[in-house]
């Protein structure tokens, strides 16, 4: 089963430069325009299947996409899963970029993340486990998923999967393809690090 992640498009924080996390801005309109262009990306992947974040800069990526390629063929579900959510950045959310120590955001620095109500690599990592093993389970076994979340879910595959990787900033509506079998393995092994 093939596996395409998709960052959602800039949202209105994202435009504003602050940090998002949980909180729920909708898409900026460069992030409609940016969903759309994606959409032309995907359109001959043969998606078979969606699931979205259930914040909104995602799920509308994922609804502008799914109206894109529905066009072309029937019946793709699109459905909603609040695992596939961005990294809580506690008390860090909703502040200016530039205001921010991200070493000690997105490092392992535990008494920082339990100061400022940070989640864990290791509790993002738990929960998208969680989801892609809920995948393996899926009747019919659909062909290419497309999966709408946003970038700290991202940083964190590419940090699993590709350790030597230092630019760890995904634009939005970046797409990365993935085999579910591959990437369990691999989340597995990380976590247990």
């Known amino acids: 089963m093939k596996l395409f992640f998709i960052r959602h498009g800039e949202s209105e924080y994202g435009a504003r430069k602050t940090t998002v996390g949980w909180d729920n801005p909708a898409l900026s309109q ?57 990294k809580y950045y506690g008390s860090k959310e909703n502040r200016p970029y530039g205001e921010l120590d991200w070493a000690k955001i997105d490092g392992g620095d ?34 290419n998923i497309l999966i709408a979340t946003s970038g700290g879910i991202l940083v964190e595959l590419a940090r699993i999967l590709q350790p030597d990787t230092t630019d760890l900033r995904f634009k939005n509506c970046t797409i990365r393809e993935y085999d579910l079998d591959e990437l369990l393995g691999r989340i597995s092994d990380g976590r247990a690090r």
């Open 30 to 86: 460069l992030g409609e325009e940016q969903s759309r262009e994606a959409a032309k990306n995907l359109r001959d992947k043969n998606i078979d299947a969606i699931f979205s974040s259930d914040l909104k800069r995602a799920h509308q990526t994922a609804l502008i996409i799914r109206q894109e390629i529905v066009r072309n063929r029937e019946g793709v579900p699109l459905m909603i899963d609040w695992r596939l959510r961005e």
């Open 110 to 143: 535990e008494e920082y993340h339990v100061l400022h109500g940070i989640e864990t690599s290791k509790s993002l990592l738990a929960r998208l486990e969680s989801f892609l093993t809920d995948l393996t389970f899926l009747p019919p076994k659909p062909g």
